[in-house]
């Protein structure tokens, strides 16, 4: 069982994100979460998925494939925190990853296929930490955050962002 954490397990900006996460289990939510979204992002056709609700916001490619670019990173931090491994890690700038990637030319249902396979890595990932693991922390973007942390944030984000693909391209 991996709880929410402390506040000062993680930078202030992210309890934007660990804040909107329900529950007192991260291995859970993160399941309900992908069987949530999963059905909802299937229901969205291909011409649909290059929509932006306001010139210069990212369509709806853009947006999975940052959730899936985000989660990657964040899941490979907690990794290397929860191997105790000492290094710090430098920040993302999340425009630049968005803009290089390209995602309005990938097919959309191989952007949610990648969300899926990336979000059943993170369960994984995190299923498999111990306790200890859990609450390891390291450096990264010059601030320390804790394995859990990471995970809670994983799963907020997620939670901020369909959250905004509801409420503002639908």
Known sequence: ????????????YYSRYVDLVPGR?????????IDDT?????SISAE???????????????MIGHLSDT???FAYRAL???RNDPKPITGFDQDPYVEAAGFDTY???DLVDEFEHVRRSTILLFRGLTPEAA???????????????LGYIIAGHELHHVGILRERYF
């Open 1 to 12: 069982m991996i709880q929410p954490p402390e506040a000062v397990e993680h930078l202030p």
């Open 25 to 33: 289990d991260l291995t859970p939510t993160l399941e309900k979460q």
């Open 38 to 42: 999963l059905p909802f992002l299937r």
């Open 48 to 62: 649909k998925s290059l929509h932006r609700y306001a010139p210069g916001k990212w369509s709806i490619k853009e």
């Open 71 to 73: 989660e990657r990173i």
């Open 80 to 82: 290397r925190f929860a």
């Open 107 to 109: 097919p959309w249902t």
């Open 135 to 149: 609450m390891r922390s390291g450096t990264a973007s010059d601030a320390s955050v804790t394995v859990r942390a």
